[in-house]
């Protein structure tokens, strides 16, 4: 989890350390290693 990555106050943390739901307005979740995704190399469509 990465919570305003460029800006002074920032945050990152494992996802599964964070303790309570809330967000800014806009935060992403990245997930590595999904190999089945569209486009992907072997992807099946």
Do not use: H, N
């Not at 106050?9 to 290693?33: C, E, H, N, Q, W």
Request: net charge positive; no cysteine; aromatic share 8%.
């Amino acid at each position: 989890y990465v919570e305003r990555g460029t800006m002074a106050g920032s945050v990152s943390m494992k996802l599964a350390d964070k303790t309570d739901d809330k967000a800014p307005y806009f935060a992403i979740v990245l997930v590595a290693g999904w190999s089945g995704r569209p486009g992907a190399v072997g992807a099946q469509a």
